[in-house]
């Protein structure tokens, strides 16, 4: 797919209820401009799925749809297979719903462990605090080191596009010199969702997401939470939030060796 094939794929997500983030293309096609596979029929797009290589060595697959008409006649298979050709020698993840983690496990994935989306609504409990800023003033190469030691490799094409893309805000929490944690919200088809949510503690998520829900209003607000992070759930039940639904993290090769205690919000189930 180019750029513009992305809102095919996008189309189909939001179609499904995967509620994409209004400007996710240039994101995920800056990650891997090669990474992003459609199936045609007679120059008919038909289906998708996402392949996205991350330093030759780490794999995320997302995006899998075949678009309703076309279902049950194969083309999903087809497109699995393009996938996970593309990323063959690559230690692949995924996120996908549990009722399906049975075949997955025939394609060679191992289940570690589960997230959770969350609904939000209302204003953060934490609206001002004058250690978070923007994270356009921190140098780039600062969050990117901060992102590299929570994310299996480095992506700093995606980086760049999505901490600054329209109808989005980065912030992140600076204490003296140090960097303690940052976090996204983007404008979705439904409400907002937040990712990532990295902190090095509860305290820094919470006072993240309370700046990042700030101006949202009424309007949902939705972060996926790796299970296995205590904090993080500890931060949904603080909050009041409403569990929506789950997707296991499964991947083919060794679990990556990730702090996941201060991985408080996935960035996006379609990349990782």
């Known amino acids: 797919m180019g750029a513009a094939d992305l809102h095919f794929a996008l189309g189909l997500a939001a179609a499904e209820g995967w509620n994409p983030g209004l400007h996710d293309a240039a994101a ?6 090669a990474g992003f596979l459609m199936g045609r029929i007679d120059g008919q797009p038909v289906g998708c799925i996402s392949a996205v290589s991350y330093e030759g060595r780490f794999g995320f697959i997302g995006l899998y749809i075949v678009a309703p008409a076309f279902r049950g006649r194969g083309h999903g298979i ?64 600062t969050l990117e080191a901060y992102d590299r030691a929570r994310f299996p ?3 700093q094409g995606f980086l760049r596009h999505w901490l600054a893309q329209p109808r989005g805000t980065a912030l992140a929490l600076v204490e003296g010199d140090a960097l303690r944690g940052y976090g996204v919200i983007r404008r979705c088809h439904a409400g907002y ?8 503690a509860k305290e820094v998520a919470e006072r993240l997401f309370g700046a990042l829900c700030r101006d949202v209003g009424e309007e949902p607000v939705y972060l996926d939470v790796p299970e296995v992070n205590a904090g993080g759930m500890r ?4 909050e ?8 296991a993290r499964m991947y083919t090769g060794e679990f990556p060796n990730l702090p996941i205690e201060r991985v408080f919000g996935v960035t996006t189930f379609e990349l990782g």
């Not at 995920?28 to 401009?33: E, I, K, L, Q």
Request: glycine share 8%; no cysteine.
């Open 235 to 238: 931060l949904a039940q603080r």
């Open 240 to 247: 009041s939030m409403k569990r929506v639904f789950d997707t």
């Open 153 to 155: 490799a480095a992506r």
């Open 78 to 141: 087809a497109l699995w297979r393009a996938g996970m050709q593309r990323l063959a020698g690559h230690n692949v993840g995924l996120d996908g719903v549990p009722a399906q983690q049975d075949n997955y496990r025939r394609s060679g994935f191992r289940f570690a462990y589960n997230n959770i989306r969350f609904e939000h609504r209302g204003a953060g409990t934490i609206a001002d605090d004058r250690h978070i800023v923007a994270a356009a003033s921190v140098p780039f190469a």
């Open 28 to 33: 995920f096609h800056a990650a891997d401009p």
């Open 193 to 200: 969702k937040i990712g990532p949510l990295f902190a090095d």
